[in-house]
Each structure stands twice: as C-alpha cells, then as structure tokens.
C-alpha cells in the first residue's frame, strides 16, 4: 500500500481515518446491525457494469454489489487500507480523477453528510455518469415528523456519544451526532440539482435512514474550470494489498 498524502477536500475523512480499525465493529452496534440490510435494498437500484463507490470506506458495501465492477474511491488511506474491491483510488467526492461518462452507476453510503460541499459533488457524479446512468444514495438524517424528530435528537445525544466513548473514539461520535443535523431532508438536497431524483424512501428506527435514487437525464453545463480540474486528477491509485 502507497503512503500517499490525502489529497485536498477530504477534511471529512481525518475523522474516519483515526477509527479506521474499529469503524465496521461501530457501524453494527450503532446501526442495531442494520446497516448491511439498508445498502442491499438501496444496492438493487444500481445497474450492471462499472460501479463508483464514493467514500467506500473498508468496503462494507462489496458484499452488495455482486459481478460488478467495483472503483472504491475514499481519501482515507486507512480505510481504504481495508477495501477489498478491485481497483482503489484515494480522492475525495468533490473532484473526481475519473474522464466524463466512464461509470455506468455511482454508490455512496453514509458519506454526503462528511462532504466538504454536496453541490460539487453532485456535479462530478454526473460528470463520470454514462446518459441515464444511476447514482444510488444512503445516508442517515433526522425523521421526517416533529415529534420523532425531536425524540431521535434527544437519543442520539446520549447513544451516539456513548457508543464513541465505550469504543475510545468519544469526539469522533460526537461529531457524527451532530452531522445529522448538518443537511435538509434528500427531497429538498438533491432538488434542482444535475441528477434528477427519481425516489427516495426511509428505513431504520422513525425513518432516520434514507435511500435516494437520482438519474443522469440531460447534460449539464459545469462552471468552468471543474471539469479541466477534476481530469487533471487529484486521486492517487492505490495499490491492492498483497495477501
Ligand atoms: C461513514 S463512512 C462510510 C463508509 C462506507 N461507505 C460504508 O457504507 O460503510 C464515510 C466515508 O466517507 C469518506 N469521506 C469523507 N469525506 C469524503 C469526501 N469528501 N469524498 C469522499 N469520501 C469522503 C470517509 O473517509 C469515510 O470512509
């Protein structure tokens, strides 16, 4: 594995990289062991072909993707670290080292709320995108009504930080407590944006889990500079571990 230097727009990712050896441990005990279920039904969306993981982290995601093609792409080196896919590429979501059109589907789960901007973001996922290809995305956010809104604020004060501080990572899951609260609700986020959205759905205890199913379906003029930028390339390919 290349030590390289964590390219630039992944300020999201030094939190992860610091419980890298734990993260998959938490991720079951915090998701009641859910998580694996919530990306297999929002997986069923992806079409066959060549398949982006965006901030596929240690991989938790493979296991969903079946035959496909997999380019795990994360600007954490140490989760990464942990990917098995077949190609792995160390970058960050808001500048794609990819050419226009290489992918036939883009998969992101549990990472657009660590993005350093959504917009950017959204606009190389449909850069990469063939004509009609699919960008399929899971993330957690609050309930949609009030009341359960509000009892979920008040829980995931106390679990969220408690599960952090058994596990030794106690600011890091503060910070993932209050990143819940960091974007609007997947309708209003991914509204007017390049993708169209063509569904959404929740899942989880009170809804707190959403999938969203956007579609690339016309050609979007990016402000100039971004795209030159992105191909220039920012990512760092990362070799497969050996063994
Ligand atoms: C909660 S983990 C999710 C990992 C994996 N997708 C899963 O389902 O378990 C969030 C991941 O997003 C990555 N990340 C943070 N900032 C990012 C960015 N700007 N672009 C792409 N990935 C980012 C982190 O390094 C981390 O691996």
């Known amino acids: 594995m290349s030590q390289s230097p964590v390219p630039s727009g992944a300020d999201g990712a030094a939190v992860f990289s610091d419980i890298a050896d734990r993260y ?15 990306r ?5 969306f992806l079409p066959a072909g ?24 994360d600007p954490s080196l140490p989760m990464l670290a942990r990917n098995d896919a077949a190609r792995r590429v160390a970058a960050a979501g808001e500048r794609l080292p990819f050419a226009d059109e290489a992918f036939d589907g883009v998969f992101s789960a549990f990472v657009f709320r660590n993005l350093t901007s959504v917009e950017d973001t959204l606009v190389e996922i449909h850069r990469i995108l063939r004509p009609l290809g ?5 993330d957690l956010s609050r309930p949609i009504g009030k009341v359960q809104r509000e009892l979920h604020r008040a829980g995931s004060a106390v679990f969220v930080p408690l599960v952090g501080w058994l596990a030794g990572a106690p600011g890091e899951y503060r910070y993932l407590d209050e990143s819940l609260d960091k974007l609007p609700p997947p309708e209003e986020l991914y509204a007017g944006g390049p993708l169209s959205l063509e569904q959404t759905w929740r899942m989880g205890p009170f809804g707190f889990v959403y999938g969203a199913v956007l579609r690339k379906e016309f050609r979007f003029v990016s402000p100039p500079g971004r795209a030159k930028r992105a191909q220039r390339g920012e990512g760092t390919a990362v070799p497969k571990a050996q063994g």
């Open 50 to 73: 060549h398949l982006l993981d965006l901030g596929a982290g240690t991989g938790a995601g493979n296991p969903a993707f079946g035959e496909r093609f997999i380019t795990a792409l």
């Open 134 to 138: 699919t960008a399929v995305i899971v």
């Open 24 to 38: 998959d441990r938490l991720n079951t005990i915090l998701s009641f062991g859910r998580d694996k279920a919530w």
């Open 40 to 44: 297999e039904r929002a997986a069923a």
